[in-house]
């Protein structure tokens, strides 16, 4: 276990204002907007049986959903939706980050407080509902006055739910965009950093406890009466808010938005884009963990402005390509198509990333198994892993044409997990990255993809269509053009795999600048 002295809680500690500020900003607006629907719908239903029914039907089916597909699913709904609005109406808005955390969890947020708003008012003793009649009151006076009041102690145990729910959830919104506390998480998972992981956890976990016991004080004052504790919970959330909010408030906005898929080689790229960056005088802030359709969505929409993309991912993932095309003759064609959606491709990096199929080279000799095709006959005795993208991709679909690929079992994993399994025998074979470090570190073989089933995977930089004259930006960015051979890009992957403090993707991308450096 690492001690405190450890300069990866350091860091950690660094970047907690901007992630916990923007979990919370995001967290209390899906609470907010949760019981904006939840309350007036439960008031509306409470006495009409069929449509209380359908309500809490609806948000249960809703609960039952991931959260993180929930999240990833208003992605491309608001991108459709902010396009047509844009046509139509010629206002055009962001389905990047905020929006689409906020919608879905909002919608977490519904049934803790729909279902217990209703239970609370249902469990109003009818006499007290008759004596209010008696006395002359309205149905409207009677519920204001005196049912929401009885029922506002369990009303308030679905809003700590509903709060606690949120504050969890919110995790999962990094893929989207979204900064949050989940941005520990899912860099830490990536690139093995564990005091992340567990520093997010506990950030996390922490917030909510804290929501809840001051919810929890509102709940106990309005249960005994006592104003006090109303108010001390009231002030206490609200200082709460404030705390983590100004501080990010308080942030100079950033000139330039670097993006970073979801593993190790993206976070350090990124973090070296954003160092060039900085070392010309720019302003730069971080969105990584984004999903391969996410990023590139994102670049065309201008919500973040410059990422590392590769030639093969974006000629069959986004331009539905299953033609191979020799690397150059690729590259051309790539570059037009870009182009047509007003994206600049600045240049390559150098080095490239494609899958592979790899396994251990001892077992891979002892089989006389050389290239995929050797593989195809014994591989429906054998097991394969691959990252959570990949069975799912083009690049799959290929290999299985190409080669007639059918193995006894397919399992996702997370990349760095990947290359541990298939060296201790987990899985047969796995679907890697030849520029990963890791294939080196356990002995591993890339196998020959004789028949071409997968495209070439140039490393290249990707520029919004905002930045197609951006000199200052293009500036900074050209030396790195064609300076990162795969030898380097390797060392550095397993580098930043390594787990310590010197193997943060910051640090890896300083040892990678220095490098570039002395050519």
């Given at each position: ?33 949760g019981?904006?629907i939840?309350?007036?719908?439960a ?36 991108l459709a ?33 729909l ?12 006499a ?7 006395v ?36 999962l ?10 941005n ?10 564990w ?6 956890c506990?950030?996390a ?36 808010v ?24 993206q ?13 010309a ?107 959570y ?8 679909a290929?290999l ?11 399992r996702q ?19 890697g990255y030849?520029?990963d ?13 004789p ?6 995977y ?53 040892w ?8």
């Amino acid at each position: 276990m690492s001690s405190i002295s450890d300069p990866r809680w350091n860091e950690a500690l660094s970047h907690l204002p901007d992630y916990l500020g923007n979990h919370v900003r995001v967290s209390v607006t899906a609470l907010a907007l949760g019981l904006l629907i939840s309350l007036p719908l439960a008031i509306v239903a409470r006495n009409r049986p069929l449509m209380r029914g359908a309500l809490l039907g609806l948000a249960s089916i809703v609960q039952t959903v991931p959260g993180l597909a929930l999240l990833a699913l208003f992605y491309p709904l608001l991108l459709a939706l902010a396009a047509l609005s844009l046509a139509w109406f010629g206002l055009g808005f962001s389905a990047f980050g905020f929006l689409p955390a906020v919608l879905a969890l909002a919608l977490y947020a519904i049934l803790p407080v729909l279902r217990n708003t209703i239970t609370g008012l249902q469990g109003v003793d009818p006499a007290i509902r008759e004596a209010a009649q008696g006395v002359g009151m309205t149905p409207r006076q009677s519920l204001l006055q005196v049912e929401l009041p009885l029922a506002l102690p369990v009303m308030m145990a679905g809003i700590r739910t509903a709060a606690v729910w949120v504050i969890g959830t919110a995790t999962l919104s990094t893929p989207i965009g979204q900064t949050s506390l989940g941005n520990y998480i899912f860099a830490g998972l990536q690139t093995q950093n564990w005091v992340f992981v567990l520093f997010g956890c506990l950030a996390a976990a922490a917030l909510a406890l804290a929501v809840d016991q001051l919810l929890a004080l509102i709940e106990i004052g309005i249960r005994e009466r006592r104003r006090l504790r109303v108010a001390l919970g009231g002030i206490g959330i609200a200082a709460l808010v404030a705390a983590t909010l100004v501080p990010s408030a308080a942030r100079l906005p950033s000139n330039y938005i670097v993006g970073a898929k979801t593993f190790a080689e993206q976070y350090v790229l990124s973090a070296l884009i954003a160092q060039r960056l900085q070392a010309a005088g720019l302003t730069t802030s971080p969105r990584q963990g984004l999903g391969s359709n996410v990023i590139y969505q994102a670049l065309v929409a201008g919500d973040i402005d410059v990422y590392v993309d590769y030639s093969g991912t974006l000629w069959a993932n986004q331009f539905h390509r299953s033609d191979i095309k020799p690397r150059e003759e690729l590259l051309v064609e790539l570059q037009a198509m870009l182009a047509r959606e007003s994206v600049t491709l600045l240049g390559e990096l150098g080095f490239a990333n494609a899958y592979a199929l790899v396994m251990p080279r001892k077992r891979a000799d002892a089989l006389g198994i050389r290239s995929i095709a050797d593989l195809a006959s014994r591989a429906p005795a054998m097991s394969i892993a691959g990252d959570y993208e990949f069975f799912s991709r083009p690049e799959w679909a290929g290999l299985q044409q190409a080669y007639g690929l059918s193995f006894r079992t397919q399992r996702q994993m997370q990349p760095d997990f990947m290359y541990a399994a298939a060296a201790s025998g987990e899985v047969d074979v796995i679907a890697g990255y030849t520029s990963d470090g890791l294939i080196a570190k356990y002995d591993l073989k890339v196998l020959d993809d004789p028949r071409h089933a997968i495209p070439p995977y140039d490393a290249i930089v990707l520029l919004a269509p905002k930045r197609a004259t951006d000199q200052a930006l293009q500036a900074a960015l050209r030396p790195l053009i064609g300076s990162i051979d795969i030898a380097d890009m390797r060392e550095a992957n397993l580098r930043a795999a390594g787990g310590d403090g010197a193997s943060s993707p910051d640090a890896v991308a300083h040892w990678l600048w220095d490098k570039i450096a002395q050519r």
